[in-house]
């Protein structure tokens, strides 16, 4: 199955368990894309002891999910993008919705 995941929140507990899903949902044999949009574009600022975000992104990276992060959002945000939040388009995230077979948003 191909999941589309949207990330809209810098809420420590909802993007670990998000990027949780998709690791498992990867194990799985799923292909998992994520978009991050809005706040869910400060993944990389987000440090809390319990729920490691850092820790689940790169299980996600390596494991083979693929991350977009909205241009418009980061720019917002005086960010040029990054490895983990790589500048991208509402075409991507258009091409998410309209070809995976499920989409989920956190």
């Not at 670990?16 to 993944?43: T, Y």
């Not at 992060?69 to 917002?76: I, T």
Request: glycine share 8%.
């Amino acid at each position: 199955m191909r999941l589309g995941i949207v990330i809209y929140s810098n809420d420590p507990e909802t993007v670990w368990n998000a990027f949780r899903f998709g690791v498992f949902s990867i194990k799985q044999n799923d292909s998992v894309e994520v978009f991050l949009l809005g706040k869910g574009v400060e993944i990389e600022s987000i440090h809390d002891e319990r729920f490691n975000v850092t820790e689940q992104v790169t299980s996600f990276s390596e494991a083979g999910g693929t991350i977009y992060a909205c241009g418009s959002c980061l720019k917002s945000r005086n960010s040029e993008g990054s490895e983990v939040c790589p500048l991208s388009t509402m075409a991507d995230l258009h091409r998410i919705v309209s070809e995976c077979d499920k989409v989920l948003t956190f």
